[in-house]
């Protein structure tokens, strides 16, 4: 990781994002320069259950956070007294994992004598764009879409962030997550997911393409992943009910065909709706972020679509996409450089925050 340059005392934000199963914590500088960016994650203790269990995340998070938060410190080569916030993530998440996190923050910030920052996560995923090397111009469309969210934002400026459509029902990668559970791939299911379908045929089953033409700009996967099990109980030679122990044997040709043809109707999903929201809202850049983000045929499919549209399609690094601490101090800067901090009564919201939780 890079050092701090000479004389950035108070210019360097310590992140902390505990909203689901990674604990991070890192250290960026003037939001942009990501100076450490630490994340002990979870996955192995939620893979036996195949999903995130919220008791597991919140104990794990209080097990793993006083060491990762110095191994930031350390990897970034700063002391406390170096620091010009502490940022937390605060809204939206797991509940317990968050109260973790945020009371954390709040003694790290008490005991250091440093403001506090607290971060949406879901503007802190529309936002990491900033920590790369090809920034957008402002106003931009980003869509986050994650295993918790699907959600289209108008970004007007690092502090105006309005929301144009969201998921109705499952998010995009929550769906993946079930999709590949009652296919027996394991959890996560979209690295596997990512991985089988590549060079398998997209149209092998044509599935469902939620709200594809309705007016909306909000999106619909619960249907998606109902066809996905209907087609397979329909074509299963099984015999006798099925269960999570007792699966249908597809062949594996078969299988990736059909994972393909899954994945090519979420992605086609997500280009249409986020294409017609950039022409619809007059906006000529697109930035994509979340965890879903690094799959590579969505990358391959938005930008495609984009050039033929005349729209500027963006990812962050694969590493800036998934969740991470780095995002949350970059997101933070811009509040702590009007001076908007939080108070020791800070209270996390497991829903998107409006106001008052
Ligand atoms: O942003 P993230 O790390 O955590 C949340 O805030 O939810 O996103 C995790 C989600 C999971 O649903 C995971 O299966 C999905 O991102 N994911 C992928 C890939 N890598 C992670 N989905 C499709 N293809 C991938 N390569
Ligand atoms: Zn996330």
Known sequence: MRKPAHGTRGLLIL???????????????????VLSSV????????????GVVPEIAGRKHLENLVSVVQSA???????????????????????????????????LAMGWGVPLVEVNHLHAHALAINLG?????????ALVVSGGHT???????????????????DAAGECIDK????????????????????????????????????????????????????????????????????MPSIPDGELRDLVASFLEAVVDTLVDKTLRAAREHGLSTV??????????RLREKMTAAGKAAGVRVLFPGRELCTDNAAMIAGAAWHQARIG??????????????TGAC
Request: aromatic share 6%.
């Open 15 to 33: 992140g902390i994002e505990t909203s689901c199963d990674e604990t991070a914590a890192a250290v960026v500088e003037k939001g942009r320069r």
């Open 39 to 50: 994340i002990a994650s979870q996955v192995a203790d939620h893979r036996p259950y195949g």
């Open 73 to 107: 410190l350390d990897e970034a080569g700063v002391t406390p007294a170096d620091l010009g916030a502490v940022a937390v993530t605060s809204s939206p998440g797991l509940m317990g994992a968050l109260l973790v996190g945020t009371s954390f923050g709040k003694a």
């Open 133 to 141: 090397a090809r920034r957008p111009r402002l106003p931009f469309l």
């Open 151 to 169: 959600t289209l934002f108008r970004v007007s400026s690092a502090l105006d962030l309005a929301i144009l459509g969201q998921t109705r029902d």
């Open 179 to 246: 999709v590949a559970k009652f296919l027996g791939l394991g959890y996560p299911g979209g690295p596997e997911i990512d991985r089988l379908a590549a060079g398998a045929n997209p149209r092998a089953v044509r599935f469902t393409r939620g709200l594809a033409h309705a007016a909306t700009l909000d999106f619909s996967f619960s249907g998606l992943k109902t066809a996905v099990v209907n087609h397979v109980l329909g074509t299963s030679r099984l015999d006798g009910p099925l269960n999570h122990q007792r």
């Open 287 to 296: 930035v994509v972020s979340g965890g879903v983000a690094a799959n590579m």
């Open 340 to 353: 908007r901090f939080a108070g020791l009564d800070l209270r996390p919201c497991a829903k998107m925050k």
